[in-house]
């Protein structure tokens, strides 16, 4: 059983940033997907990006140029550094561990596809 633990959302300004934590613990697969998603209230579950070792990253259309992954494979911790932070941004913030692979079918973005996830952290945009 793989542990996930989110850490870091809170309130911030818009055009501010952040920085969110996934500490994973138990026996990860190093080849897995390590997925962000968000939800808003009212909404499904969103898709962030997501990350590979090796350095292969995705970004969703609203996320790219403005979110960065980043990994420390010493600490089992990957990181969601996220900048120019807008109102609708506004979402509980997920990270999630898979065997997907970045190749072939988009299923790197659907939820469903993962098997692992963490307890959410909240981040708020708003002046």
């Known amino acids: 059983q793989v542990l996930l633990v989110e850490s870091g959302g809170g309130l911030v300004q818009p055009g501010g940033s952040l920085r969110l934590s996934c500490a994973a613990s138990?026996?990860?697969?190093?080849?897995?997907?390590m997925g962000w998603f968000r939800q808003a209230p009212g909404n499904d579950k969103e898709f962030v990006g997501a990350s590979w070792n090796g350095g292969i990253s995705i970004y969703s259309a609203s996320a790219r140029g403005r979110f960065t992954f980043s990994r420390d494979n010493a600490k089992s911790t990957v990181y969601l550094r996220m900048n120019s932070l807008k109102t609708e941004d506004t979402a509980v913030y997920y990270c999630?561990?898979?065997?997907?692979?970045?190749?072939?079918?988009?299923?790197?973005?659907?939820?469903?596809?993962?098997?692992?996830w963490g307890q959410g952290t909240q981040v708020t945009v708003s002046a």
């Open positions: 138990g026996p990860a697969n190093s080849n897995y997907a």
């Open positions: 999630a561990a898979g065997a997907i692979s970045p190749y072939g079918s988009s299923s790197y973005s659907n939820y469903a596809a993962y098997e692992y």
